[in-house]
């Protein structure tokens, strides 16, 4: 297992003027869609995950940088139909 991953739907949040013209972004409130543990590498790199058992050592592994899709405002209202969708369809099970 290399990492966790997690699915959310921003809130709140803003933007700012980083260092080297880089924006960030700042999530004040977030609804928790879904997490997952993953055996590959994790959209956000910097996420870690440990185990244990009783007879076993404790290991920790992070990941490479890779390039992050982002979501623009366009695709908002889409991906927000989409999350009602499959809300409706865990509902009814």
Do not use: C
Not at 16 to 34: M, N
Not at 36 to 60: C, H, K, Q
């Amino acid at each position: 297992l290399r990492g966790w991953s997690f699915g959310f739907v921003s809130e709140k949040d803003s933007w700012e003027e980083g260092e080297a013209g880089v924006q960030k972004r700042s999530i004040e409130e977030l609804e928790l869609l879904e997490v997952s543990i993953l055996d590959m590498t994790p959209a956000y790199v910097a996420t870690s995950i440990e185990t244990r058992g009783e007879n076993t050592a404790m290991i920790e592994m992070r990941s490479e940088e890779t390039a992050v899709q982002t979501v623009v405002d366009d695709e908002r209202e889409e991906r927000n139909h989409l999350i009602q969708q499959i809300k409706t369809v865990l509902e009814g099970i």
